[in-house]
Nanobody, 122 residues
Framework: QLQLVESGGGLVQPGGSLRLSCAAS????????IGWFRHGPGKVREEIAC????????NYHDSVKGRFAVFRDNAKNTVYLQMSSLQSEDTAVYYC???????????????WGQGTQVTVSS
């Protein structure tokens, strides 16, 4: 079964950090660009980061630039989202998605994870 599984979410205080993981099973990620999305309460889902299949290029939404970083470890078949300086506005369910395409962009993603909750609160 082909699937993505996110992990690493939880409750964190404002200013804190979390690292989310996106692990693939049933397929290898090295041919896939990976997007990270989030869906906050009362908001539309938005793509906040993407890493190309080679790991050589990235896109970030303006709201997370300088605070979030995406990187991949193809040997572990996993992509990560390192989140720092978290704010209450970052509270959302975070999803990863994979597309069999070498570049980031307006992609139609093939596979989606189930999501992991991130709550930023004191």
């Amino acid at each position: 079964q082909l699937q993505l599984v996110e992990s690493g979410g939880g409750l964190v205080q404002p200013g804190g950090s979390l690292r989310l993981s996106c692990a693939a099973s049933g397929f290898t990620l090295d041919s896939y660009s990976i997007g990270w999305f989030r869906h906050g309460p009362g908001k539309v889902r938005e793509e906040i980061a993407c890493i190309s299949s080679s790991g050589g290029s990235f896109n970030y939404h303006d709201s997370v630039k300088g605070r979030f970083a995406v990187f991949r470890d193809n040997a572990k078949n996993t992509v990560y989202l390192q989140m720092s300086s978290l704010q209450s506005e970052d509270t959302a369910v975070y999803y990863c998605a994979a597309v069999r395409w070498p570049l980031c962009g307006p992609n139609n993603y093939d596979y989606w994870g189930q999501g992991t909750q991130v709550t930023v609160s004191s």
